[in-house]
């Protein structure tokens, strides 16, 4: 039962910040503006801190991979702050919408497949 409950975390937390990018590989966009596109945050909050294990700073990690993840926060302000200056977006929403993000996502690879197998 533990494994079966740490599974469904563990893909709702990795996938909140990823699926539902879009980024596009020919436009041969610098490092940090690929991590930026290809990822996000989930707002902070000590819920989110906790629920995510400090992941809900995906920005961060994908930056600073080797970083404690009980520091991301303290590297958020920064890197919002070279955002801004450069014009790069940096992209945070509620846990509500990135949990919508992944429905939605799923939703769509159904039709996909549905198409596809409906259609051979």
């Known amino acids: 039962f533990v494994r079966f409950m ?3 975390w563990f893909v709702w937390v990795t996938q909140m910040s990823h699926i539902p990018m879009e980024s596009d590989y020919e436009k041969h966009q610098d490092w940090l503006s690929m ?3 290809s990822t996000c945050n989930v707002e902070q909050s000590p819920f989110n ?4 294990g ?3 700073f995906q920005i961060e990690h994908h930056l600073f991979p080797m970083m404690p993840r009980h520091n991301y926060w303290r590297a958020a302000p920064r890197v919002r702050a070279l955002c801004e200056k450069y014009g790069v ?3 945070e929403k509620s846990l509500y919408e990135a949990f919508a993000d992944i429905v939605r996502s799923l939703e769509k690879s159904g039709e996909l497949w549905l198409d596809a197998y409906l259609n051979k």
């Not at 801190?49 to 995510?52: H, L, R, V």
């Open 6 to 8: 740490e599974s469904h």
């Open 49 to 52: 801190d906790w629920f995510s």
């Open 35 to 37: 991590q930026l596109v």
């Open 54 to 56: 400090h992941l809900n």
């Open 89 to 91: 977006k940096y992209q």
